[in-house]
């Protein structure tokens, strides 16, 4: 089974690209996805201990978390100490699921692969990407979003140049949805020899 890693800076146009992959049939591990299933179960109650006043309604406010961490580095750290184990194990779950039915290819999309050191763990990269003047535009144009807060996220997040030199494969986004469609198919086709060799050696 080929694992490739998802990834890309904020307003890239990663959820979009996924959410192609699974329409072609491709299995998805969401690291977000399994961060709010943490923050809405168990792990509510770790995470208000170290910052009390996260939660509402026995959930975690993400606005409010977010506020506490963002401009505190060890308090960042501090976060990921109790996060990162959570999806780590969750993703395990995901991985031995898809081989077990026998998948050939999962994604595991990971907003944070290269800062948590998750390529390593990965066959391959794949690397969502657009100019910064459409990514700036779109996060922008997020609700509650602004310049400083922006430059913040970016600042804790490798450079959209480092993650494009270390990637194995990048889809531009700049474009239309059918431009973008039609990048992801051509990743499709260009690991299908990669399946098909992985499948004659096992």
């Not at 979009?16 to 969401?30: H, K, N, S």
């Amino acid at each position: 089974m080929i694992v490739a890693g998802l990834t890309g800076s904020i307003a890239m146009g990663k959820s979009t690209v996924a959410a192609m992959f699974a329409e072609f049939g491709v299995p998805i591990f969401d690291a977000d996805d399994a961060v709010r299933e943490f923050y809405a179960g168990d792990g509510a109650r770790s995470v208000e201990a170290a910052f009390p006043g996260v939660t509402v309604m026995g959930q975690i406010d993400r606005q409010r978390l977010g506020a506490l961490v963002l401009s505190d580095a060890d308090a960042l750290r501090q976060l990921e100490s109790l996060v990162h184990p959570a999806v780590a194990n969750a993703r395990a779950r995901f991985l031995e699921r898809s081989a077990t039915e026998g998948r050939r290819l999962v994604i595991v999309d990971v907003p944070l692969l290269f800062e948590t050191g998750g390529d390593s763990s990965v066959d391959l990269v794949i690397v969502v990407s657009a100019p910064e003047s459409v990514q700036r535009e779109r996060a922008l144009a997020r609700e509650g979003m602004t310049d400083a807060k922006l430059d913040a996220i970016l600042s804790r997040q490798t450079s959209d140049g480092e993650k494009r030199r270390r990637a194995h494969f990048v889809i531009d986004t700049r474009g239309s949805f059918e431009e973008t469609r039609a990048i992801v198919a051509q990743f499709l086709r260009a690991t299908a020899a990669l399946v098909r060799d992985q499948a004659h050696r096992a």
